[in-house]
């Protein structure tokens, strides 16, 4: 049996310490990866809502027709992201819009806010 390879114990050992360390290695190496990605992530995301622009106070939505105004709504009503499109409006033209009959929204009340009873 000549050229066969006989490994005593204590090499054994080492290869598999090597083995390990090498292992080991491999995978701090990708949670590494896994954190830094993480961070980048969470990074962007903090950016992303420091630059986002504040809510618009008050929203108009309109109908399939642009001329249509179908309500007015306060700028945080939940009610205005899930119905037809919206679009931002100021003070005066929201108590115009509530001037000229367009009904609020039963949700977040804008007639109240802007001290407009009927």
């Not at 066969?4 to 090499?11: D, F, I, N, T």
């Not at 083995?19 to 990605?37: T, Y």
């Not at 001329?67 to 899930?82: L, P």
Request: hydrophobic letters at 40%; proline letters at 6%.
């Amino acid at each position: 049996m000549s050229g066969e390879w006989s490994l005593s114990c204590l090499e054994a050992l080492r290869f598999a310490r090597r083995v390990v360390e090498q292992q080991a290695a491999a995978a701090l190496g990708q949670l590494d990866g896994w954190i830094a990605a993480e961070e980048r992530r969470e990074a962007e995301q903090c950016r992303g809502e420091q630059m986002r622009p504040a809510p618009p106070d008050w929203l108009i939505q309109y109908g399939l027709n642009r001329g249509n105004v179908d309500a007015v709504h306060a700028g945080d009503c939940w009610a205005a992201t899930k119905s037809r499109p919206c679009r931002s409006a100021t003070r005066d033209q929201a108590l115009d819009a509530l001037r000229r009959q367009v009904p609020p929204c039963i949700h977040c009340r804008p007639d109240s806010a802007l001290g407009v009873l009927d």
